[in-house]
Every structure is written in C-alpha cells, then in structure tokens.
C-alpha cells in the first residue's frame, strides 16, 4: 500500500519560535495533501489543502501566515507553524491523495506530529 | 457542507461479542465515498473499510462489515468476535467523489473498549 511518512513525530520548541513539519509520500506522487490538526480526544479538523506546485487552500479560521503550507514537490509538503504560541500544541496530521487510488476514494495518512509549545 | 455524525462517543464489547457503531451523514452528493478509520493510542489513522456510494452491497473485511443504507444516510460500523485489539477511537469519514481535491471529513468519533 502507499505509505506517508511524517516527521518529526514529536517535536517541543520554545514559544516564539518556528516548527517545521515534514509530510512524504514514498512510494507514489502526492498531488494533493491535506493537513489536519486533532486536539486531545477530539476529532480531525481539516486546516488546509495543498496542491503541488500551487498555494494552499485553506480553512476558514485557519491562519494562513501562521500555518505556512508549502507542497513544492510531487512527494514532499510541509507544514511550518511559525511564532509558535502554547494554544498551537496539538496533534498535526497530514494525509495524501494518490492518483492511482483514486478509484477507492482513499487518503493515505501519515504517523501525526506532537507539538508542544512551552 | 457535509457532515458527519456519530452519536456514540463511547462503546464497550465484551470480548469475542459484536458490537455496533453508529454513523450518519448528511450530504446533497450522489457520488461520494464513506469510510471507518480506527485511530489507536499511536494516534496513526488505520483504515477499516471503505464503501462506495454507488455500490449497493454492504462492504466487508474479516470481522468488520458495514450496513449501508443510503436512502437514510446511515453508515453504521459492525465488529464481529471482539478482540482486545479492537480499542481504539473509531472515525467514520465521507468524501466526496466530486474531485480529487476534496478531503475527508471525520465525525467526533467513537471510543471503544473491549472488556476481557
């Protein structure tokens, strides 16, 4: 099956600073990647859409300049938090969409990252 | 907007019993695609089973089968023969069949716990 590799799985930073996180696809082309954040015990909710090669789509009440997406390659997008905040900690979720799959409608997900912000 | 409803947020299932989880939607799509997806303590999202829409014959995989009723928008989730290994958060997910571009939109989740 397709694999999704993300990264760093756990990540804590100082408050103020910068995160990146790293969402491959390994063994297919991603067009599309979509980022989620899950609270504790809570559902996924979508942030943004990333397409290859152009900007991201993102959800209402998502801030686009804190939340940088960039999906500059077929297998690699990434999700900065910038002047990350304590209320940013959560669970960051990135998931795939393969060409190939498409006739089965499935995403293919990555391992989630931690973030804490102290 | 679709939306996804499941108005469990937590189960228990004897071991080896069977037990059933509820989910409906609400879409004005024909074509769409419905989805559960377990979510354990290593929070890595883990697919279940998957329905098409256009499909009227009920998706199964192993001890896991589904009752889609399209005409009521319900999706429910059966797990047959209970294992431990079946605790987790359960997602039901729909995704629309429009564009490659649409995501997967997650009801609140069901917790379910499995009793030796």
């Known amino acids: 099956g397709a694999v999704v590799s993300q990264h760093p799985s756990r990540v804590i930073c100082k408050s103020g600073t910068s995160v990146k996180i790293e969402c491959r696809s390994l063994?297919?082309?991603?067009?599309?990647m979509f980022w989620y954040r899950q609270f504790p015990k809570k559902s996924l909710m979508l942030m943004a859409t990333s397409n290859e090669g152009s900007k991201a789509t993102y959800e209402q009440g998502v801030e686009k300049d804190k939340f940088l997406i960039n999906h500059a390659s077929l297998t690699l997008s990434t999700l900065t938090v910038t002047s990350a905040h304590p209320e940013d900690s959560s669970f960051y979720i990135c998931?795939?969409?393969?060409?190939?799959?498409?006739?089965?409608?499935?995403?293919?997900f990555g391992e989630g990252s931690r973030l804490t912000v102290l | 907007a679709q939306t996804v409803t499941q108005s469990q947020p937590e189960m228990s299932v004897q071991e080896a019993e069977t037990v059933t989880l509820s989910c409906t939607y609400d879409t004005s799509e024909s074509d769409y695609y419905l989805f559960w997806y377990k979510q354990p303590p290593s929070r890595q999202m883990i697919l279940v089973i998957r329905?098409?829409?256009?499909?009227?014959q009920n998706a199964t995989e192993n001890r896991f089968s589904v009752n889609f009723q399209k005409a009521a928008k319900s999706f429910s989730l059966k797990i047959s023969d209970s294992q431990l290994g079946d605790a987790a958060m359960y997602f039901c997910a729909y995704r629309s069949a429009f564009s490659g571009n649409t995501p997967l939109v997650f009801g609140k989740g069901t917790r379910l716990s499995v009793i030796a």
């Open positions: 063994d297919f082309q991603a067009t599309t």
């Open positions: 998931s795939a969409r393969a060409a190939s799959g498409e006739g089965t409608g499935e995403l293919f």
């Open positions: 329905q098409e829409a256009y499909k009227q």
